[in-house]
T-cell receptor, first 109, second 113 residues
């Protein structure tokens, strides 16, 4: 089992709808969880981080963490074409952060 | 308030040459991480350094690759005798401590002819 798993996509979502991105992780000891956005040819940019079970909201973004199920998700409300990018889920393990391969999100105008 | 600075942005080398990639962390950050990203792939952890110390190099290839973070100056990722398979984007990230979020530089795109 891979340490951090994401569906590679592409995930196509109509403009204005809610995009839901999912991630599972294998290390029960992980305590920090991150979502990065990466545009093609660019560097990853931190979108959200979450440490506690439950939801964390920031503008149009909501991160959800369920440690019992080892599951973390990112919801993007009112999706915009500028949200089209690859979203990387990342989880800490010991002294480093392990990244998933990312989910490509395509917002349909 | 400069972010993480990487240079060069693009580097072209011929097979057998050496590649040196530099990374200056954000001000106040003493933890540096190097990652490699192949096209259509995720970020692969390579090495984690603090000033003058390699903390975790479990992601580094056993040969030809080395990294340092001297007391003065940037962190350096060095690839000796480059091969075509070394072509990738190399990203550096820094953080103020191991549990805090990492901030990424713009990366160095390495191309091997």
């Amino acid at each position: 089992q891979k340490e951090v798993e994401q569906n590679s996509g592409p995930l196509s979502v109509p403009e204005g709808a809610i995009a839901s991105l999912n991630c599972t992780y294998s290390d029960r000891g992980s305590q920090s969880f991150f979502w990065y956005r990466q545009y093609s040819g660019k560097s990853p940019e931190l979108i959200m981080f979450i440490y506690s079970n439950g939801d964390k909201e920031d503008g149009r973004f909501t991160a959800q963490l369920n440690k019992a199920s080892q599951y973390v998700s990112l919801l993007i409300r009112d999706s915009q074409p500028s949200d089209s990018a690859t979203y990387l889920c990342a989880v800490n393990r010991d002294d480093k952060i392990i990244f998933g391969k990312g989910t490509r999100l395509h917002i349909l105008p | 308030n400069a972010g993480v600075m990487q240079n060069p942005r693009h580097l072209v080398r011929r097979r057998g040459q050496e590649a040196r990639l530099r990374c200056s962390p954000m001000k106040g950050h003493s933890h540096v991480y190097w990652y490699r990203q192949l096209p259509e792939e995720g970020l692969k952890f390579m090495v984690y350094l603090q000033k003058e110390n390699i903390i975790d190099e479990s992601g580094m290839p056993k040969e030809r690759f080395s990294a340092e973070f001297p007391k003065e100056g940037p962190s350096i990722l060095r690839i000796q005798q480059v091969v075509r398979g070394d072509s990738a984007a190399y990203f550096c990230a820094s953080s103020p401590d191991v549990k805090r979020t990492q901030h990424f530089g713009d990366g160095t795109r390495l191309s091997i002819l």
